[in-house]
């Protein structure tokens, strides 16, 4: 996500944890041209030889019209800057099928792949300022609602509010795991700003029962953005104020894969490769690994 520029040195403040160290475990592959502007979020399609990635274009707030969708292939070259337009502040991204979903501010927009044309908008009642985008095997799409600590659901048609609680600790990243939905969280923020005294950590969210727990242990990781699943248990997640991509095994330790600049936003992740993507919103790049 992006954060409004007068609020940004106090989050940066607040945000120094210093309770995690180096270890590395990626290898950098490339880098695309900083062409994008604030890019956020990235998805694989479906034909694994393109990425999409979401360019929030200005403010993170801002009904301006200037966001837009871009195209990569899988090296990182940009095949269409503005690929689909017409957004405001696009967010999270989210794959089903020949549908691309994303979250624009208070909305879902739901996106053809194969035309490249919005189908339709979503409206996300009482949404301020929809976040990342996650779904499941029976294609339901779910929406973190960061300042409102609530997760939106797409279900057969219907987009609604789907769980609200203070615990959610401002979600930000989403992501599904089998019959659970893991957040990576802001943490809580103080009045007036998106800074935090705590930091937030990883929450897991059962889909059946809507129960909350911590993931591992409530000791602060970060003012996270992007979460994404390994094989092992653990989740890999970035920190968007400090910078960083880290993995967070199962019993909440934290290993940082590479110390990234501030604005490592919302990952995407190609288990069959080994491949983490990780846009850089104040760089206008997005950054490949490979996971060793």
């Known amino acids: 996500m992006t954060i409004p520029r007068t609020t940004m040195l106090a989050c940066l403040l607040a945000g120094l944890t210093g309770a995690v160290h180096a270890e590395g475990g990626v290898t950098r ?3 695309t041209e900083a062409r994008l502007r604030n890019p956020e979020s990235i998805v694989p399609a479906a034909d694994g030889e393109r990425y999409y990635v979401s360019n929030v274009d200005g403010e993170p707030n801002a009904k301006d019209g200037k966001g837009f969708i871009s195209l990569l292939d899988k090296n990182g070259h940009i095949l269409k800057l503005e690929w689909v337009s017409g957004l405001n502040a696009p967010k999270g991204l989210a794959r089903v099928g020949e549908r691309l979903y994303v979250s624009d501010i208070d909305e879902l927009v739901e996106i053809d792949t194969r035309s490249g044309t919005i189908v339709k908008r979503y409206p996300a009642e009482g ?3 929809l976040n990342d985008v996650a779904a499941d095997a ?3 799409v779910y929406v973190s609602g960061m300042l409102t600590n609530r997760i939106y659901r797409l279900h057969d048609g219907t987009f609604d509010k789907w769980l609200e609680s203070p615990e959610l600790a401002n979600p930000n990243g989403v992501t599904v795991r089998g019959d659970q ?3 990576g969280a802001w943490g809580v923020m103080t009045p ?3 800074a935090t005294k705590v930091p937030g950590h990883v929450k897991v969210v059962s889909l059946a029962t809507k129960q909350i727990r911590d993931f591992g242990g409530s000791e602060p990781v970060g003012n996270l ?4 699943p390994m094989a092992d248990g653990s989740v890999l997640v970035t920190d968007w104020m400090a910078g960083g991509l880290m993995r967070v095994t199962a019993d909440g330790k934290v290993h940082v894969l590479d110390k990234l600049a501030q604005g490592s936003a919302d990952l995407g992740y190609v288990p069959a490769t080994g491949t983490v ?3 850089m919103m104040n760089n206008g790049t997005v950054i490949a690994f490979h996971l060793d």
């Open 127 to 129: 949404a301020q300022f």
């Open 29 to 31: 592959l490339w880098e």
């Open 181 to 183: 939905l893991l957040v």
């Open 277 to 279: 993507l990780v846009p």
């Open 138 to 140: 029976a294609g339901n």
């Open 192 to 194: 007036g700003g998106f």
């Open 225 to 228: 953005d992007g979460i994404e």
